[in-house]
């Protein structure tokens, strides 16, 4: 399969789970917003920039967690769908959740060694309130999240603790179980649950958390940007957030930048026990 065919089905797939999710949200009230490469492609591209692989979405941490409960109490994702987070599989590794398509593959290298499900899916990534654009208690706590991340990947053998930044500080962090670092990480996330901050913040979203710190009042009330011929929701200041992130968002990347997943493997109609169909770069 070469990477057009590749993408060109990956693509039809993922905005098939995306209006999965866009269902679930407008039928209980719950407010999402496109993020990262999908929302730079919404405006850059009006759909997926060329050579992305994935889909990215973000939620407030309500409206996160009342996805996952509507999800696992109350039946209301299709069958074809799986959601996958720390509820509904406890060797998860992730802190952020994703729906996955079942019956289909996306076999990225870097979890090539677990037992899990590899499904083609769909991000969705979780923002917390924060008091401050940036402070010292706020960089301690951005600091003990990733350094947690990075010591539940190495407990899963999915990263060298020696090739972590902080090493020291995650080999400390290695001492504590999965079940406690997993409790920790929820308490730093919450720790504003309850107030309207005037800023909110993806801890996790990859890049530097400075930059995903967010005014609340540019996010919202979202609005809707053509993504695929369709409509989403997305950040309403979309300049300021892809600015922040991005820069010069309108102009192309070199090549050599043009980062994606590259799975090893992909398939379209089978689970996890298919004859591998590799991806012709």
Not at 46 to 52: A, L, N, S
Not at 59 to 80: G, H, P, Q, S
Not at 112 to 123: A, E, M, N, P, R
Not at 126 to 152: C, G, H, M, T, W
Request: glycine share 6%.
């Amino acid at each position: 399969m070469d990477q057009k065919e590749y993408l060109e089905k990956l693509h039809e797939v993922q905005i098939e789970i995306l209006d999965e999710i866009d269902k679930i949200c407008k039928d209980n009230k719950i407010t999402y917003f496109l993020v990262g490469g999908t929302m730079l492609g919404a405006i850059r591209h009006k759909g997926f920039i060329p050579w992305d692989d994935d889909v990215d979405i973000g939620m407030l941490r309500e409206d996160y967690d009342k996805f996952i409960d509507l999800c696992l109490n109350n039946d209301v994702l299709n069958k074809k769908y799986f959601l996958h987070c720390l509820d509904t599989d406890e060797n998860y590794w992730l802190p952020f959740m994703k729906v996955r398509k079942n019956n289909t593959t996306f076999g990225e290298k870097g979890i090539k060694i677990l037992d899990t499900h590899k499904g083609i899916f769909v991000d969705i990534f979780p923002y917390d309130n924060v008091k401050y654009e940036s402070n010292f208690f706020q960089k301690i706590r951005s600091f003990l999240i990733l350094n947690i991340e990075d010591a539940v990947f190495c407990k899963h053998k999915l990263k060298n603790v020696n090739r972590c930044r902080r090493k020291g500080e995650v080999k400390l962090l290695m001492t504590l179980s999965l079940k406690q670092l997993h409790k920790f990480q929820k308490y730093l996330f919450n720790i504003k649950r309850k107030k309207n901050t005037k800023y909110i913040v993806c801890f996790i979203a990859g890049g530097n958390p400075t930059d995903e710190t967010l005014e609340r009042d540019r996010v919202f009330p979202t609005m809707d940007f053509e993504f695929e011929g369709k409509k989403y929701p997305g950040i309403k200041d979309y300049d300021y957030y892809l600015k922040r992130v991005y820069g010069n968002y309108m102009e192309l990347p070199p090549e050599d930048k043009r980062v994606t997943h590259s799975p090893e493997v992909i398939s379209f109609t089978e689970g996890k026990n298919y004859e591998n169909k590799k991806v012709s770069k």
